[in-house]
């Protein structure tokens, strides 16, 4: 069974900085693509990065751009979001998610998600 | 603003049928795959269809999914309670190099 386990969600000030973790199992992890989609209280969802399996491409929206970085570990079957200068705009829970094994994009498996608040 | 846009909500009662278009352009839908997830409330998204229409294994066939053009549409038959929820497209945008969703469109069943 494919399971992603986020952690690292929390309380930061604005600037601030907060690195998330998505804890993979149940499949190949290195075979797939990965992604960070968030959604903020009360909206619609927003993909935030994605990264290849091998780690060697990475893309990210506007939104973050400069601010956040998208990493891999395949030896311990984990993916990461550094996430710096934060905003309050960033308020959001985030959700790591695996994309399907095809040419084209699309999620096929979610986690639970974890909430990131930005806030003084 | 989303750059794909779906209506915001669509009703009907049990038993009836609903469809809900996502509307994009030349750069996203109409040159990539759309993929459609059900969110119920308090949850993680869902994989509905991939691939324009393709239903992953456990999905069952009330659900389809179509495309023409720059637009995409998810189809709900045989409306069930159960099927309340946020619904969300979603593709590649080659001109972004980015993925986009739609907005969200809540379905209430009456």
């Known amino acids: 069974e494919v399971q992603l386990v986020e952690s690292g969600g929390g309380l930061v000030q604005p600037g601030g900085s907060l690195r998330l973790s998505c804890a993979a199992s149940g499949f190949t992890f290195s075979y797939y693509a990965v992604n960070w989609v968030r959604q903020a209280p009360g909206k619609g969802l927003e993909w935030v990065s994605g990264i290849s399996g091998s780690g060697g491409r990475t893309y990210y929206a506007d939104s973050v751009k400069g601010r956040f970085s998208i990493s891999r570990d395949n030896s311990k079957n984990t993916l990461y979001l550094q996430m710096n200068s934060l905003r309050a705009e960033d308020t959001a829970v985030y959700f790591c998610?695996?994309?399907?094994?095809?040419?084209?994009?699309?999620?096929?498996?979610w986690g639970q998600g974890t909430l990131v608040t930005v806030s003084s | 603003q989303s750059v794909l846009t779906q209506t915001p909500s669509v009703s009907a009662a049990a038993g009836q049928k609903v469809t809900i278009s996502c509307s994009g352009s030349s750069s996203n839908i109409g040159n990539n795959y759309v993929s459609w997830y059900q969110q119920l409330p308090g949850t993680a998204p869902r994989l509905l269809i991939y691939d324009n229409n393709k239903r992953p294994s456990g999905i069952p066939d009330r659900f389809s999914g179509s495309k023409s053009g720059t637009s995409a549409t998810l189809g709900i038959t045989g409306l069930q309670t159960g099927d309340e929820a946020d619904y969300y497209c979603?593709?590649?945008?080659?001109?972004?190099?980015?993925?986009?969703f739609g907005g969200g469109t809540r379905v209430t069943v009456l």
């Open positions: 998610a695996r994309q399907g094994y095809s040419s084209y994009w699309y999620i096929d498996s």
């Open positions: 979603g593709t590649w945008d080659s001109s972004l190099s980015a993925v986009v």
